[in-house]
T-cell receptor, first 109, second 118 residues
Framework: AQKVTQAQTEISVVEKEDVTLDCVYE???????LFWYKQPPSGELVFLIR??????QNEISGRYSWNFQKSTSSFNFTITASQVVDSAVYFC??????FGKGTRLSVIA | GAGVSQSPSNKVTEKGKDVELRCDPI?????LYWYRQSLGQGLEFLIY????????KSGLPSDRFSAERTGGSVSTLTIQRTQQEDSAVYLC????????????????FGSGTRLTVV
């Protein structure tokens, strides 16, 4: 069965700190996609990244970076120099259709 | 439209009443999903529509829940005889993808309908 585990329920950091959100998944599929979504206080889910299971290259987008390690079934998300606007719930997801329970990130000024 | 539109944004209903939640996906998106998010919880898959294929209803929690998608576009999620445990935010998402890999196209989510059953 598919499963996504986000062990960190809540994280609180001071602005400008780096923070890593963990995501561990389980699947028997050989081909799958992993995602990260952001849910700010407004409630709408915002797509951040999609990663194909065959592509283990790490990705950086501005202050965001993602570390995909198939050997440990992990797809971790790092925010560098965090800002108050990064405060949100972040969800990791796995095809088909499985989301983790989310990590609530609070960035304090 | 430019995004996924859901209505109403908030709905308060009495226990035992039926409710209908509407989702208008992005024009041209073939796939449409309904998820439920209870307070402090992750997203729980409910139902998935892809083109003209039979929907994947495997996530519907009981036979009080049903959904349809007319003309491959707008979808309505109906909850009959609502219970207090149905209180949650109901999220709709659409995607441009093939049925062979649900979710692979990435979702665009609506803002959700917050349902409160009193």
């Amino acid at each position: 069965a598919q499963k996504v585990t986000q062990a960190q329920t809540e994280i609180s950091v001071v602005e400008k700190e780096d923070v890593t959100l963990d995501c561990v998944y389980e699947t028997r599929d050989t081909t799958y996609y992993l995602f990260w979504y952001k849910q700010p206080p407004s409630g709408e889910l915002v797509f951040l990244i999609r990663r194909n299971s065959f592509d283990e290259q790490n990705e950086i987008s501005g202050r965001y970076s993602w570390n995909f390690q198939k050997s440990t079934s992990s797809f971790n998300f790092t925010i560098t120099a965090s800002q108050v606007v990064d405060s949100a719930v972040y969800f990791c997801a796995l095809t088909p259709l499985v989301f983790g329970k989310g990590t609530r990130l609070s960035v304090i000024a | 439209g430019a995004g996924v539109s859901q209505s109403p944004s908030n709905k308060v209903t009495e226990k035992g009443k039926d409710v209908e939640l509407r989702c208008d996906p992005i024009s041209g998106h073939t796939a449409l999903y309904w998820y439920r998010q209870s307070l402090g919880q992750g997203l729980e898959f409910l139902i998935y529509f892809q083109g003209n294929s039979a929907p994947d209803k495997s996530g519907l929690p009981s036979d009080r829940f049903s959904a349809e998608r007319t003309g491959g576009s707008v979808s309505t999620l109906t909850i009959q005889r609502t219970q207090q445990e149905d209180s949650a935010v109901y999220l709709c998402a659409s995607s441009l993808e093939s049925r062979r890999q649900p979710g692979a196209g990435g979702y665009t989510f609506g803002s959700g309908t917050r349902l409160t059953v009193v």
